[in-house]
């Protein structure tokens, strides 16, 4: 079973699941969570230890594509986001990061071929990126411009800055800021039998009734960006060739028609400042 080092140190947000730096004193308010994009629970600052979370959770792993998997915290925890598995012959790469990390997962990883590598699209979604890169022996990319949300620093952690990473396999990250100034979307043209995919996190927030994207400073106090920020946006991202869409909660998979439906809503967006 799989015991990370501070498994009883209560040291993980429980709203908004990042781990915080065990070695240093615990701040009143996680900061994260104490900033306009993100909130403070109901009850409170708790503090959570992985060994609470052990009792009664589970990843859900499920295969979206024949290279694409996604993986979700079963019961829900803190946001509730998945993260992506995608597998390729050059190595494999997990896409976004869980708060939570078990034996079954880490065999099933292992399974198809392990991760070369991590990549996170924005801070909320930080969470045990440290306890995940040292089991699989890989870096973390994530955007420079977003350092300051760094709470559990390490040395496995890849700052790149600019408007693109590339990666393998034709695989890149595009930082399309908006929602935080580092926010990213992984662009993946080999999947979709080629048509190209784009994992956006909540970079991109693919609508409930999946018929269109929204772009937002805050979610969950429903906060917009300003026009130039969409601009940005549109700008990094109508290059990029796709049809399929994959967000970070369940019901946001566009499998079809992707880029119409990114333009379509670019223009819906800024249409309202017109």
């Known amino acids: 079973m799989y015991h990370p080092a501070n498994e009883q140190l209560s040291c993980i947000c429980a709203t908004c699941g990042t781990q915080y730096d065990p070695v240093n004193s615990l701040p009143g308010l996680c900061r994260i969570c104490n900033d306009d994009r993100q909130y403070i629970g109901d009850a409170g600052q708790t503090w959570i230890s992985w060994a609470a979370l052990a009792n009664d959770r589970t990843i859900r792993i499920q295969q979206l594509q024949p290279e694409l998997f996604d993986l979700r915290i079963t019961p829900s925890f803190a946001i509730g986001q998945k993260a992506h598995l995608l597998l390729s012959e050059a190595g494999n790469l997990l896409w976004d990061c869980l708060p939570f990390l078990d034996e079954p997962t880490i065999a099933f990883i292992r399974s198809k071929g392990g991760l070369r590598g991590i990549a996170i699209s924005h801070p909320h979604y930080y969470s045990l990126m440290n306890e995940w890169a040292a089991v699989f022996d890989c870096p973390v990319y994530l955007h420079a411009n977003d350092r300051q949300w760094i709470m559990n620093p390490s040395d496995r952690l890849h700052r790149w800055s ?109 249409a309202i400042f017109d």
């Open 162 to 270: 600019g408007e693109t990473m590339p990666l393998w396999a034709n695989l890149s990250i595009v930082n399309t800021g908006g929602h935080f100034p580092g926010s990213c979307v992984l662009y993946a043209p080999h999947l979709s039998d080629g048509n190209g995919a784009l994992l956006a996190g909540d970079s991109i927030y693919v609508t409930r009734d999946r018929r269109g994207l929204t772009f937002m400073y805050s979610y969950p106090n429903h906060l917009p960006l300003r026009r130039n920020a969409v601009e940005q946006i549109r700008d990094r991202v109508a290059p990029l060739a796709f049809d399929s869409i994959y967000g970070a909660f369940d019901w946001q998979r566009i499998d079809t028609n992707g880029h119409q439906l990114f333009d379509e809503s670019i223009w819906r967006y800024l």
